[in-house]
């Protein structure tokens, strides 16, 4: 950690600090300048971050020098983290690991129907939402644990893997009995009670990006993930809120190389909630393997007119079908396999 001082600073303030670094353990030199002086610190650098450095007289600016995510940082771990789902499916390698469904779960025709087309056209997890977070309290709010049944019965008649959202920390058992990867949606990325719970389980997390936060704030919510023992936590950029109102969201397809530049953790791409719009989605797809994505994540539904949920940006089978075989074009030009 780097502090730098003001150029009015006094030998008093300048003391002071160092003493306080010192009192603390850690390792201070003073560098005087000409203009301005700085300290540098060295020692835990968690345990200066409590401080309210930049509150203390003299100070102009403290520069970290470490990341405050550290599990979760190429600096920890340099080797790509594959996430197994069980049933041979793996996130984080060669292969781009397709997970397609419907927003939410219905009834089981319609789930079962689904999952067998986007299993014929190559998905290799089966999505959907049993506990959807809704922006109305009267809008459907999701079948819950039949929904699950669903999933898990779907899973077996299909052989896909299965990934749903939680939304309760009271609801974890009952998730994780039916699931091969919990989902942390957009809305509860920062519920940091959640995410405390589900890193002390060990079924996968795909942690959402959240409609406002940073790709730092990403990272810091899976640390809690990390730093709870669960390993296995995939990233998912999913669209944030800007002034653009044409599309839902504003696929951010820079967090994938940004990300990969910063952190050991597989990144899937949902460019369905990223656009909320169909006729978009099989375009950012692609441009997401293009970008480096480990996978996707995309809303199909046999009727999307009829859809209780999403219905505007998801696809109907045939065109997710035509869409895969696009995608596997790219994926190959990119060195990868779908
Ligand atoms: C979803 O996947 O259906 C969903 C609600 O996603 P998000 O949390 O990204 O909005
Ligand atoms: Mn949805």
């Known amino acids: 950690m780097i502090i730098v001082l003001k150029p009015n600073a006094t030998k008093k303030q300048i003391d002071h600090i160092v003493k306080k670094m010192e009192k603390l353990g850690l390792k201070p030199w003073l560098s005087e300048g000409v203009e301005r002086s700085i300290v540098g610190v060295i020692g835990k650098e968690d345990v200066i971050r409590t401080l309210p450095l930049e509150g203390f007289p003299g100070v102009e600016k403290v520069i970290p020098i470490l990341k405050p995510y550290k599990r979760a940082s190429l600096d920890f771990k340099k080797t790509p983290t594959k996430v197994s789902a069980g049933g041979g499916v793996v996130i984080g390698g060669k292969e781009i690991i397709v997970m397609a469904g419907p927003c939410s779960v219905e009834n089981q025709k319609i789930l079962l129907e689904t999952a067998k087309v986007v299993k014929k056209s190559g998905a290799k997890i089966l999505r959907g939402g049993a506990f959807k977070p809704r922006t109305s ?115 951010d397809l820079n967090a994938v190389p940004a990300l990969k530049s910063l952190t050991h953790l597989p990144v899937v791409v949902d460019p369905s909630h990223g656009t909320g719009r169909w006729g978009l989605v099989s375009v950012m797809a692609g441009a997401a393997i293009a970008a480096g994505a480990d996978g996707l994540m995309i809303e199909v539904h046999p009727n999307p007119e009829e859809a209780f949920s999403d219905g505007d940006q998801s696809l109907l089978p045939a065109k997710f079908d035509t869409m895969m075989k696009s995608l596997r074009k790219i994926a190959k030009a990119v060195g990868r396999t779908l």
């Open 137 to 251: 309290p009267y809008s459907f709010q999701g079948l819950g644990e039949v929904g699950l049944k669903y999933l898990a019965e779907a899973r077996e008649r299909t052989g896909l893997r299965v990934v749903t959202e939680i939304m309760d920390v009271r609801t974890l058992e009952m998730v994780t009995k039916y699931t091969d990867i919990i989902q942390i949606g957009a809305r509860n990325m920062q519920n940091f009670d959640l995410l405390k719970e589900v890193g002390k389980v060990r079924t996968p997390v795909l942690l959402k990006r959240g409609i406002a936060s940073t790709i730092k704030e990403l990272l810091m919510s899976a640390e809690y993930i990390l730093a709870g023992g669960n390993k296995d936590v995939i990233l998912c950029e999913r669209g944030i809120r800007t002034f653009e109102t044409f599309t839902r969201n504003t696929l």
